[in-house]
């Protein structure tokens, strides 16, 4: 069934939605595991970056970069993830969704290759030192971390990221053609002036990355 909203034509009828694309393949169909195979874990053995995405109780849902070097997140057996934490701005969205909702969902990326590597499942926070000293940096261990219970893992093929031609050099933005972070967040919140807020930014990166 159609809803109108805002004069926009919107679909609510899963069935509806599925006609619209035609039926799934059966490789598609097949391919979703419910724990990390060799393929995964060699794979997530490579990706330095993953984004997490989780929701609040309400449905409020968030999607949030992480990232270090390859091999960041440790794969203790074929149906866990442990996903450490590194320094951050303390807002904690995430930890905060998985706290009411533990439904959460992973992208590993591993640059130069364009097919992608999702993980479900549910999460929760932890602290336990054992558990994450293992997954310091830099001589620091984190002291939160989240250990991720595997629902579903599964390979994505590499069409998105081959249209933005994401790995590709050529394609990258020269960094002095967009603004800076200091000066959006001086722009946007008037809390520092465009110097005070270039110089705070600057000196988290060199400080306090770990």
């Not at 959460?104 to 993980?119: A, K, N, S």
């Not at 219970?149 to 020269?174: N, S, T, Y």
């Amino acid at each position: 069934m159609d809803a109108d909203i805002g004069g926009l034509s919107t679909i609510h009828d899963a069935a509806e939605l599925q006609a619209q694309f035609g039926a799934v393949g059966p490789p598609a169909a097949r391919k979703v595991l419910d724990h990390i195979d060799a393929y995964a874990r060699r794979f997530i053995a490579l990706a330095p970056f993953v984004v997490l995405a989780s929701a609040d109780a309400d449905g409020q849902a968030d999607a949030s970069p992480r990232g270090d070097a390859s091999g960041f997140v440790a794969v203790p057996d074929a149906r866990t993830l442990v996903i450490p934490d590194r320094r951050g701005n303390n807002r904690i969205d995430s930890f905060r969704n998985i706290l009411e909702c533990p439904g959460i969902g992973v992208i590993f990326f591993v640059p130069g290759i364009d097919e992608t590597l999702r993980v479900n499942g549910t999460a929760a926070v932890t602290r336990d030192r054992a558990l994450l000293e293992p997954l310091g940096a830099q001589g620091m261990v984190p002291t939160i971390g989240l250990i991720v219970r595997v629902r579903e893992a599964f390979f994505h093929c590499g069409k998105a990221l081959m249209r933005a031609q994401l790995w590709d050099p050529a394609r990258h933005v020269a960094r002095d053609t967009f603004p800076s972070l200091g000066r959006i967040l001086a722009e946007q919140t008037a809390a520092s002036d465009v110097p005070e807020a270039e110089a705070r930014i600057a000196d988290s990166y060199r400080t306090r990355l770990y």
